[in-house]
């Protein structure tokens, strides 16, 4: 039996003789994953399964596929549904024939990786979708999001795929960006620590990745791509080498530490280096400075943006793998590598180390020993219960109370009459975000069902549209008047929307195509930036008809973006922001309503009171005296951090375990202990996230006006006091130098504790 057949032999000589078996022609194919997967696939109308001569074409083209990417991918770009898509209890049995052909009718015999889109859940018929990212990351709690993310992998795997490309390293700068939702915040600590669960959780601890329950992970988009100018995607990052290593680079940092089996390379550039093209971040900082050792993907069609710079795929394909690209994304130039190899374009070493690196996680992964999956348990993964309730603790502790005037949540609602009013109040998609699959119908539950459900007995409950979420008709603002009208009390849900329909315009990338002559309900999502980041006139003029009324105002945010809402926050009395809480999301916000859930979420990114201010994000340079608008407030109008509760937190002491320690102690592992006292000083029992802040200065760079670098959630009960204990230590308390060196300098530092940066209290810490 060949060597690379061998289960006994080691995964480095199994790589070493299946190389030397390979031609240049068979080598490429590894490399390429030029299928979109539902093409490979078609539903007969007996409800059987064929593949597609496309696929066998594109499997003899390469005498195999390296990747096959979204085989169970539904939306309205693919144009997948129930109709003619796969689902749960079909899925093993399609992707065992997949990976039979290609095993069966190629020389070798190497299996495909199944590659499947999970930014927020599995984006499947019947795949279990989690709320998009700001929710998880207005959690605070990157161990919830560790279990549903286990869970999601059990799911995938139990389809049959491998893959999971999952959105965790982008941090938002510029919210008019449309892919805001895709990010866990904008501070950079806070996305490591939900990075790590990410990968923790899907791929399990070292050695697990061959197990039916876990999938190799590929984190995207490394990198900076939040930073896009003008908030427009894939736009050029404008920024230096300090901001990419402070801001943009320590998820992708924790995420490679953590074991992360894959990054995806982003689209945009950093500094006029395209980062499909950009050694130095591939290379020279993932591998070389990292020691990362898994692949690197392209974005879809990627490479062949690089023809700018080359003019050529031959080129473009050559410049993307030698700096470090290892498997396409539906593009054309790494179909040429053959040829580019064969004229002296690039030399085959290159070819021969991305191989060896695709090579590496299918053994890993087991495939070349369990190529197959079990058909008989691919359905039992899908509608876990488990899951289910962390899809619904998940929005729960992330709804943000951001404001609640006169006390008017939670509601008492017995024997009142109770309007609900607003485009986002019963529509399931436009509370699920962007990557959505296709959901079978009455599942989850509207903010309107959610209302209902968790209303007491005896209350009278009214909806009204209103209007949608840029369009508008004078009969809906009627009918939403005289419901408002009527009632004691107006639940107004508005936001924004990522819901795709089917009928739209998409690219070859899948990013949606709305331009300014586009008239769409869409108004965020990839490919749906934003110049205005106020509510659509038809929602703001809807907001101003009810509160004329005069009818108390609830205000619920159902948006993929933080949205510029002062002119609505003056109209309510109280203000949820959900952000997309998913299928879930309407019983969470309902339980909230009504005051059989407390509030514990946090704001993970900063909103502002009008897209003139940006940036508002918190930790900004510090100027060193205070910078001020003429028109307006330069703060935000609620800021990273914020989040109110039907209790109180207390915070009576807070001490350091040393007031000065020497920068060499700290280099050799000491730490400092940060102890903090917090008190529930309600009636109501609650969670509270500590927060941590740093404040440095006397460093020799200009710092931040302020950085989180501890955070835990705690629950306490009415009069309960607890003792939070952070550790400082070299990661926490280094800085890059003004050589662009990491390490432990003498400075000063303010240590800032409380349940948000504008309350806190401080303790003084000198390093020497």
């Not at 997967?37 to 001569?53: P, S």
């Not at 019947?126 to 929710?135: A, I, Q």
């Not at 019963?426 to 599942?443: A, E, F, H, I």
């Not at 407390?598 to 990114?605: I, Q, T």
Request: overall charge negative.
């Amino acid at each position: 039996m060949e060597t690379y057949k061998r289960q006994d032999m080691p995964v480095s000589e199994r790589i070493d003789d299946l190389l030397s078996k390979m031609t240049l022609k068979e080598k490429v194919g590894q490399l390429n994953q030029r299928m979109y997967g539902w093409d490979a696939y078609e539903k007969k109308e007996d409800g059987a399964y064929a593949l597609t001569d496309a696929f066998k074409q594109e499997v003899s083209r390469f005498e195999g596929m390296g990747a096959l990417y979204g085989l169970f991918r539904s939306d309205p770009w693919s144009g997948v549904d129930y109709s003619n898509g796969i689902s749960a209890e079909h899925s093993a049995t399609v992707a065992n024939e997949i990976q039979r052909y290609v095993k069966e009718n190629t020389r070798l015999g190497i299996p495909v990786l199944l590659s499947e889109e999970s930014p927020h859940g599995h984006q499947a018929l019947d795949g279990t979708m989690l709320p998009v990212n700001l929710n998880a990351g207005s959690t605070w709690n990157p161990e919830l999001l560790e279990r549903a993310y286990g869970l999601t992998a059990a799911e995938i795997r139990g389809r049959g795929a491998h893959l999971g490309l999952v959105s965790v390293l982008d941090i938002v700068q510029d919210p008019r960006w449309g892919r805001t939702e895709e990010c866990f915040g904008e501070d950079p600590y806070l996305a490591a620590a939900f990075t790590r669960a990410a990968v923790q959780g899907m791929q399990g601890g070292e050695g697990e990745l061959a197990s039916d329950k876990r999938v190799a992970v590929v984190l995207k988009h490394l990198s900076a791509q939040g930073a896009g100018i003008g908030g427009k995607n894939a736009g050029p990052a404008n920024i230096g080498e300090r901001e990419l290593r402070e801001i943009h680079l320590p998820a992708a940092f924790a995420g490679a530490k953590a074991g992360a089996a894959g990054f995806m390379a982003a689209y945009n550039e950093i500094d006029g280096i395209p980062c499909h093209a950009n050694r130095k971040l591939l290379t020279d900082i993932l591998r070389e400075e990292w020691d990362f050792d898994g692949i690197v993907m392209a974005d879809g069609q990627a490479i062949d943006r690089l023809l700018a710079l080359t003019g050529g795929h031959e080129a473009a394909a050559a410049l993307a793998l030698t700096s470090g690209v290892d498997l396409s994304l539906w593009d054309t130039s790494f179909t040429t590598l053959e040829a580019a190899v064969s004229s002296g374009i690039v030399d085959e070493s290159y070819v021969d180390r991305a191989v060896r690196r695709v090579l590496r996680l299918k053994f890993e992964l087991g495939l070349f020993d369990r190529p197959y999956t079990d058909e008989s348990k691919a359905a039992s993964a899908i509608g876990n219960t488990e899951l289910r309730e962390l899809n619904l603790n998940i929005a729960r502790e992330s709804v943000v109370l951001l404001k609640n005037d006169l006390n008017r949540l939670p509601l008492n609602a017995s024997g009142k009459r109770i309007a609900v009013i607003g485009p986002n109040a019963d529509r399931m998609y436009n509370q699920l975000g962007d990557y959505t699959s296709v959901q079978r119908p009455k599942t989850g539950s509207t903010v309107l069902q959610g209302i209902r459900m968790t209303a007491p007995a005896d209350a009278s409950i009214v909806y009204a549209r209103g209007c949608g979420i840029r369009s508008s008709s004078a009969k809906e603002l009627e009918e939403a008047v005289a419901a408002a009208k009527a009632s004691d009390v107006a639940v107004l849900v508005l936001g924004g929307s990522s819901a795709r329909q089917f009928g739209d315009l998409f690219d070859g990338n899948g990013e949606a195509v709305i331009g300014e002559e586009t008239t769409s309900e869409m108004d965020c999502g990839e490919g749906v930036d934003l110049a205005e980041l106020r509510l659509g006139e038809a929602q703001r003029q809807l907001a101003d008809a009810v509160a004329a009324t005069g009818v108390p105002i609830v205000l619920v945010l159902i948006q993929g973006r933080p949205h510029a809402i002062e002119e609505v926050d003056k109209l309510a009395d109280a203000v949820l922001c959900a952000w997309y809480p998913g299928k879930e999301g309407g019983q969470a916000i309902g339980e909230i309503l009504f005051g059989i859930v407390n509030p514990s979420g946090k704001l993970p990114v900063s909103m502002p009171r009008s897209s003139s201010q940006l940036p508002v994000y918190y930790n900004q340079k510090d100027p060193g005296r205070l910078r001020v608008y003429v028109d307006m407030p330069s703060a935000a109008l609620y800021s990273f951090g914020h989040g109110l509760s039907y209790t109180r937190f207390d915070y009576p002491e807070l001490s350091l375990s040393a007031a000065s320690i020497a920068a060499a102690e700290l280099a050799s592992g000491e730490q400092v202990k940060v102890r903090v006292q917090v008190r529930n000083a309600g009636d109501v029992a609650g969670l509270e996230t500590v927060q941590l802040y740093l404040k440095a200065r006397e460093s020799g760079i200009t710092r931040r006006i302020a950085e989180l670098k501890g955070f835990t959630k705690v629950a306490l009960q009415p009069g309960e006091t607890r003792e939070v204990e952070f550790g400082l230590g070299a990661e926490e308390l280094g800085f890059w130098d003004n050589a662009m060196n990491f390490g432990v300098k003498a400075c000063k530092v303010e240590v800032m504790v409380g349940g948000s940066l504008q309350q806190t209290i401080t303790a003084e810490l000198t390093i020497v």
